[in-house]
């Protein structure tokens, strides 16, 4: 059989592929017939189309069988007719249509109707009725088609897409898996190493782990893939940690047990997927490894596709059109102006072959997207990746700092003295990891903390914890705009002290007047005591009642701790509110108020989690990066351990 080589171009738009360069390349595909509707019904007459093709596409997007078999029954051919100008037959548009029970059991019916080869009919775009119905997640419709024409499956779309690949571009599991158990493990005509790359990435991309395993097993070749490899650095929260907190962990398990159990096998086959890939990359040579971790280098930017920003660029583009338009004018007036006087080029960079720049490197891009996991898994088999550097100078753990990844910062209590070769290391701009430390955490992170002052309070212990870090010779090193780290804390986070500063004042306004309230209730109740006195010597009629004691200590004591609170709600709004007292000084105050006023709790929680809790994000007490541990044989995922259950079940029972 004759394979024509096709012009692929791209398949979709995402970053991973155009990363890639991938909308150049040349595959070689099994050449297949590309039938097409009869597009008689629209050629003919207008008036044919609209009393019979309009309502059996009205019938068709609805689900509506009862009339559509009233049309097909009267001109039984028209199940092979287009009624769009696009090409779509009946079964076309159902199976683009909304998936319900009705347009379900519309297709099941039509399909009745059509001959094996009528589910091959393509439209303009080349696209049978099942690449729709991949495309659109209607698994049920799809399981319907191929039960038919099980060849449909081989049958590539728009771009040469299989119907296999467009449910994975789209996300549809269900369908994904039901159509890879039915393409003979992707060994029919119509797959190349090519496009079973492309699957294998895509299954990545949209979180199908089980489904790219099965493509690496069956494939030896793409285990070596970087492009997986790119992919799964981006994805932290697939190897995250489940939530450690253990009465959230027994809720969602209660909550919705099924759910918890396929969140923990995909994240087993994640992990899986990640070793098996890593392990054939390791084994490479040392260049070729480099090569993949360091990714395809940043495209060049031409002058024709960016604008020039600065005057400096823009003189040079204003001299370069000048001197091309005068090339192109007639020799006469060249002669006129040959004996001007030169024109002086400006001092710009050459823009021929400027330095290669690789932002995709893999490990940098895992740090900054704080996926801890994976890069523990990258050093065990290649140790000397902490060591190496981006394009602006900086290690993984300064890329950590950066962007306050403290799982990946942590790991440097695990290297020895090797850290303190690595903390010094400066910048292009001579910042070295305190002053990272001292820009601003983005957005994203900051909002990972509750409270703009416990936001503030976060920043004030990554920086303490980086201070301590380094060598004390380098805390007082300037950048090259003349800043020390400090200094340059200071400037950065101006904004968010002020921030902070309302909102502690705002906070203790707001519960001073509970609390002021509160002291007045108690106050005037502590003089009108239930049952009354008695007249003649005063004393309460119920005194010697047990109610009545617990009374007066509740009411006593509501008086204190609301009295309590109003005083050191005075004192918080009148701090200084320097930076230092965001660390501790202020959030103590606060704490101490909030917990005299007890229906303030969720907020006295976070702020004791994040006083006291924080101190816990540095120096950690376990070990993961050259040690295996649970996570490397899967018991992670599972919400409880046996031993741990057995001991506190033997306390519960010595207690009894």
Known sequence: MAQPSVQLASIDEDKSLSQHKQQDIKITVASQTHTKPCPDLLNGPRKDYITTGIPLYEASIKGDWKAAKAILDKRHELVRYSITENGETALHVAASAKSTKQVEDFVENLIEYMEKTDLELENNSSNTALCLAAAAGNVKMVKIMVKKNKA??????????????????FGHYEVVKFL????????DDCWTPQNRGWLLLKCVETDM??????????????????????????????????????????????INPKKQVLERESKAKALELLTLIWENIAEKPRNEIDAIIRGPPDPLVKPDDKSPSDKEEQTFELLKRISDGIDKMPFE????IKDSPPVIRPNVPIRGNPTKKYSARIIFVAAEMGNTRFIIELIRKYPDLIWKVNDNNQSIFHTAVKHRHEGIYNLLYEIGSMKDLITPLKDKNDNNMLHLVGKSAKKKRLEDVSGVALQMQRELLWFKEVENMIPPSYRERRNKEGLTPHELFTREH????????????????????????????VFAAAFTVPGGYNQDDGIPYFKRKGTFIAFVVSDAVSLFSSSASILMFLSILTSRYAERDFLESLPKKLMIVLLFATLQFPLWKDIFRSTYGSRYLFR??????????????HRWWFPFRVPFISKCTSKILKLL
């Not at 590539?156 to 449910?167: C, F, I, K, N």
């Not at 890879?180 to 060994?187: E, I, M, R, T």
């Not at 893939?225 to 995250?240: C, E, P, T």
């Not at 968010?496 to 209730?521: F, H, N, P, R, Y």
């Open 152 to 169: 449909l499956v081989a049958i590539t779309g728009s771009q040469q897409m299989t119907p296999l690949y467009m449910a994975a571009l």
């Open 494 to 521: 101006k904004e968010l002290v002020k921030q902070g500063e309302d909102w502690m004042k705002d906070t203790a306004s707001q519960c001073m007047v509970v609390a002021a309230l509160i002291a007045t209730i």
């Open 620 to 633: 950690p007490k376990k070990q993961v990066l050259y040690y295996e541990d649970s996570m490397s044989n």
């Open 180 to 187: 890879y158990d039915n393409s003979q493990n992707l060994h």
């Open 209 to 254: 782990f089980d489904i790219a395993l099965k493509i690496v097993q069956e494939y030896p070749d793409l285990r070596s893939s970087g492009s997986v490899l790119g992919v799964l650095a981006k994805k932290a929260d697939v190897f995250a940690e489940t939530e450690s907190n253990i009465f959230k962990k027994t809720f969602n398990w209660v």
């Open 333 to 336: 007036i060249r002669n006129l």
